[in-house]
């Protein structure tokens, strides 16, 4: 915003007017109050998306795809006057919709990018995934309130999926089963086909289900390949204080599950070597 303040929606001494977030969802009764500004994306429409296109272009250097946090604001985003006390006061506001995404296309030929389709989704935020056939996202911490229709069971997913037991978002596997009602954690050992069980082993539980699902890729954190609790968690949404001080060590490298991860990704044919 310092560096391209015509590009965001800013008063005339240049402080947001709106902040962005979130209304009350999953993870907060207030809503989630991000508080970063807001594109302009009129503006950006008339310069053609250029920044987007160069953002792009410059990520793409260094990874072969892109991840779009909140991939519903492209199609609307909740808009929260600023200097609000919560998100409550939002109220939902059209984004870019495909013409970014025609723009980036034209410009780069393709779209190596992942949806993050997660929270409040209405049919016009599916309709423009598919539109440009970017892979949806889907979490298995979500997966277990006993409906067979969940989209976030392994039996419901398309191939072009992303599937994670939990993101940067959740508690680790194992710290989320620890707070899980008995009626879920019953529910998971049911779609496992299994009596029931400790803590100890579940993420791996979990990282077997992604990576047998038909999901084109399949992600674990860190955390959940090494099982550990509810004191490695990453980010509580929300709260602002206190997030992103888990930090892996040397040491934790060399644990064994790496090879039992390797095991499992050749056994379920992701491993890369084996597809050429």
Known sequence: MWANPELFLLDEKR????????PPDYFSSHGQLWGNPIYD???MRRTGYRWWIDRL???????????????RAFAAAWHVPAGAPTAQSGRWMPGPG???????????????LIAED???????VYALRDQFHLPGTRVLQFAFDGHA????????????????????DNATTRGWFEELPDDQRQNLWNYLR????ESDGVAWELIRLAWFSVAAL?????QDVLNLGADARMNVPGRAEGNWRWRCVEDMLAAPAFQWLHDLTKTSNRLLADRR
């Open 218 to 222: 399949a992600i674990a954190p860190l």
């Open 57 to 71: 272009t410059a990520l793409l250097a260094h990874v072969d795809m892109v991840r779009l946090d909140h991939f």
């Open 194 to 197: 299994r009596l029931g069980g």
């Open 15 to 22: 402080r947001p007017r709106v902040v962005a977030g979130v």
């Open 98 to 112: 495909a013409d970014l995404f025609r723009a980036v296309q034209r410009e780069l030929g393709t779209l190596p």
């Open 41 to 43: 994306w009129d503006a």
């Open 149 to 168: 229709a969940n989209p976030y069971l392994p039996h419901n997913y398309v191939p072009n999926t992303v599937a994670y037991t939990g993101t940067h």
């Open 118 to 124: 997660l929270g409040l989704i209405t049919p016009d």
